[in-house]
């Protein structure tokens, strides 16, 4: 069994570190992808085990044999690297460079036997490449050029493959294809693959494994789940990330999330009524806007809570697949009650969340401004037999405000802020005359009657 064991490395430019006690084994059929931001070691990690750059400290071993106390031509029989940047001096065909992987197996002055040349076309059929045997390099594509080159280090035929990006040059199309390859020749040929990736999910779909580096130390190592964490993602690329299983790969997907940054400060708070992804967007622009948000009542799978998780929003939530409680009920209904206005996504109500909708007309009636945006007729998302429907009529009667979409909703806002400050200035100037709340807009204190027009 092939082993690649690397020993307490440290690595250096001149006298710059750049790795720093690197410690990590690999056996053969495990995909390992090296993960982490620029200038964190990744290439470096590679160069170190290809020979390239010879460590100050720490040993790498093929299995028993020390890498560097072994010939060149010996390393090279047993592994191979692709390279990011490829430079090829002359304009050899692609077939020429795909031959050349079989040198380190030829002995000084040897041309290729007929068994390299089928080797090299099998490599050359595996990686989509053979069409293009007696093409020159310098009239390919980039994604065929990246193509022809890991064709010339499966011509190698090793035990160990190192791939710095080994699809950075490839449409969508041929990115599959050749991490499908990958995949497969690991397993089938008992490689070890050790490749270094800047798109998480391309990793958490094909490896194993992965390691995460940063400042040229290890963060992480070991399996995708314990790696690739919101919690590692934050603190190496200060990001925040929802991490979550895809339903149809069955692997881990990364959804990177920036955070948002206020324009303005603003006093008006904004409850949310979401779910099922409805309210993702609309509270990053919310916040964004600098507005205060709430939202509520979320299962804790959803994908809204997750969001509102990340950008520090306050949430009322409810144990996954479960009716909203009374208890529960009462907490939301408190946030719309703080609120300056209510707002109804597009979400779709089934009986778990159709009390959401009955908090919203107790809301409506305590005078909170509420609006519902309609971007997706009722009907199409109503599993209710009618009750959500029926209470969004019973809204639209009680002053709810229809919009078609978000950026109606955020002039409306505006409007409503605009009137909340021009209130707070007048009872500043007529004391007694104007309640000081956020939602005293809704009511005139002369004759006592509700405005639609907030």
Known sequence: MAVLTVDGIDCYYGSVRVLENVCLSVEERDFVGVLGPNGSGKTTLLRSISRTLKPHRGVIFLNDADIYALKSVEVAKQMAVVPQDNVIAFNFTALDIVLMGRNPHLSRFQMESEKDIAIARKTMELTNTWHLAERPLNELSGGERQRVIIARALAQEPKVLLLDEPTVHLDI????????????????????????FHDFNLAARYCDSAILLN???????????????????????????????????????????????????????????????????????????????????????????????????????????????????????????????????????????????????????????????????????????????????ELKSKGAIFVKNQNELLSLLDILEDKLNMTKELSSKIPGHFKSETNSCEVDEVDGSKSSNF
């Open 173 to 196: 199309n041929n990115q599959l294809e050749i991490m499908d390859l990958l995949k497969d020749l690991c397993i089938r040929r008992e490689l070890i693959v050790l490749a270094v």
């Open 215 to 393: 400042d040229g130390k290890i963060i992480s190592m070991g399996n995708l789940n314990a790696v690739l964490t919101s919690e590692n993602i934050r603190k190496v690329f200060q990001v925040d990330a929802v991490v979550k299983k895809h339903p149809i790969t069955n692997s881990l997907y990364i959804i990177p999330i920036s955070m948002p940054k206020p324009s303005l400060s603003r006093k008006l708070s904004v409850h949310l009524i979401c779910g099922a992804g409805t309210g993702t967007t609309l509270m990053k622009i919310l916040a964004e806007e600098g507005y205060n948000v709430t939202a509520g009542v979320l299962n804790v799978l959803d994908t809204d809570y997750e969001t509102a998780q990340l950008l520090k929003i306050p949430v009322t939530s409810e144990a996954p697949f479960s009716p909203i409680t009374e208890e529960t009920y009462k907490v939301n209904l408190e946030m719309m009650s703080k609120a300056s206005a209510v707002v109804i996504t597009a979400v779709p109500f089934g009986y778990a969340n159709l009390q959401n909708l009955e908090a919203a007309k107790e809301a409506l009636e305590r005078g909170i401004p509420t609006f519902v945006i309609e971007e997706v007729p009722i009907e199409q998302r109503d599993f209710t037999k009618g009750k959500a429907e029926k209470h969004l009529t």
